[in-house]
């Protein structure tokens, strides 16, 4: 047998390890799977991308039957439409993207037995169509936000500075679900109670995060269990930054993203360590 060898693969074990080469070899496999994950969500419907408008909307209106025409909960002056539709489009992101996440390895077992392309752009896709989807709500917001503002003699609400940071605080928000879907992505490949665990999880954290009420409304003792729910300082911070409430300290918010980016970090560390062999327990 000649010794002439060309190339040689080995597995990798560092956990550490990612082949950034593929990634940037297979960047337009990302694209496509990008595209495939936001079209293939409402195909052969009637409405089609309307539906990621729809959904929110019909949700704010309800909010806004429910929480303040019945049981007239107080929104900061806020308009209850805008106060409601901020917050929904938000956590809708949390919630699709983790959602989504956390089964895109057991949904493409098949093809990740068939070809080999970096598996780190399942998750990725999957975090990539829900940020389509929350800019086009987010666009429904722009317009909702500038009727209330001009069509109101005297709004309760105005933009301040902070808005130029919107970016950053998505940014964080997009590490916080991508942390926590790799994270159950693999736990699930390995033990399916974790699926379950998830739709549970995802409600009572809902409930758990400032998006139906104020936090003016929790006892000053307990807000700081709120405050520890890593999404709701950049709920608070939003809101402050679009319609100048109170906000959240600057301590708060540097423990929030600094949680999110270890729980980013350490589960895409997690997510890479179990891609490797999560074909033989599927």
């Not at 190339?7 to 950034?20: G, H, P, T």
Request: hydrophobic share 50%.
């Amino acid at each position: 047998m000649s010794d002439n060898f060309t190339k040689v693969i080995r597995a990798e074990k560092n956990w550490l390890s990612f082949d950034l080469k593929s990634f940037l070899l297979y960047r337009d496999l990302l694209v496509l799977m990008v595209r495939k994950e936001f079209v293939s969500k409402y195909k052969q419907t009637l409405l089609g991308p309307l539906w990621f408008v729809l959904q929110p909307t019909l949700m704010a209106l309800v909010f806004v039957f429910l929480f303040s025409e019945t049981m007239h909960v107080p929104t900061d002056g806020i308009p209850p439409v805008l106060f409601y539709f901020s917050g929904i489009i938000i956590w809708n992101f949390l919630s699709s993207s983790v959602g989504a996440i956390s089964l895109s390895m057991l949904n493409h077992a098949e093809l990740c037995k068939k070809v080999y392309f970096p598996r780190l752009f399942l998750p990725v896709s999957q975090l990539c169509s829900s940020a389509f989807a929350f800019v086009l709500q987010g666009c429904v917001l722009v317009v909702l936000y500038l009727a209330y503002y001009f069509l109101i003699d005297s709004p309760s609400f105005a933009p301040q500075w902070e808005i130029l940071l919107l970016p950053v605080w998505f940014f964080q928000l997009s590490m916080l679900s991508l942390g926590v879907g790799n994270w159950i992505a693999g736990l699930t490949s390995r033990y399916r109670d974790f699926h379950h665990l998830t739709t549970l999880g995802l409600t009572l954290w809902m409930y758990a995060s400032p998006i139906s009420y104020s936090l003016k409304l929790v006892a000053p003792n307990w807000r700081w269990i709120v405050l520890a729910n890593p999404v709701s300082p950049i709920i608070l911070s939003i809101r402050s930054a679009l319609f100048g409430t109170d906000g959240v300290s600057i301590t708060v918010q540097l423990i929030s993203m600094i949680f999110s980016f270890v729980l980013c970090v350490t589960g895409t560390l997690f997510f890479n360590r179990i891609q490797r062999n999560f074909i033989d327990t599927v």
